[in-house]
Nanobody, 123 residues
Framework: QVQLVESGGGLVQTGGSLRLSCAAS????????LAWFRQAPGKEREFVAM????????TYAESVKGRFTIARNNAENTASLQMSSLKPEDTAIYYC????????????????WGQGTQVTVSS
């Protein structure tokens, strides 16, 4: 049984920064790809960033490229998402996901999910 627990969300002003964390347990963390998704009210869950288990090459959604950075610490079974230059449109619940079964940018293709952490960016 895999458990993912996100933390670090909160309220921040436009242009501010936040660092989200994801703590994993139950599986060998380094064997699996991981990703961050987000879901705004009334919208579908969308891809934000991912890092495969095979390398440190990262992939980002165009909307966050250059502002967000995904990282992982396999020794501590943790992942992070450093977010800077935040905009009101970044407001959403952010989810950590592990173990891609198909397309990395499709929420339905990820097997394990955390409960999410709320990020609110005020204008």
């Amino acid at each position: 049984q895999v458990q993912l627990v996100e933390s670090g969300g909160g309220l921040v002003q436009t242009g501010g920064s936040l660092r989200l964390s994801c703590a994993a347990s139950g599986r060998t963390f380094s064997d699996y790809s991981l990703a961050w998704f987000r879901q705004a009210p009334g919208k579908e869950r969308e891809f934000v960033a991912m890092m495969p288990w095979t390398s440190s090459v990262t992939t980002y959604a165009e909307s966050v490229k250059g502002r967000f950075t995904i990282a992982r610490n396999n020794a501590e079974n943790t992942a992070s998402l450093q977010m800077s230059s935040l905009k009101p449109e970044d407001t959403a619940i952010y989810y950590c996901a592990m173990y891609s079964l198909g397309r990395y940018d499709s929420a339905k293709d990820w097997k394990y999910w955390g409960q999410g952490t709320q990020v609110t960016v005020s204008s």
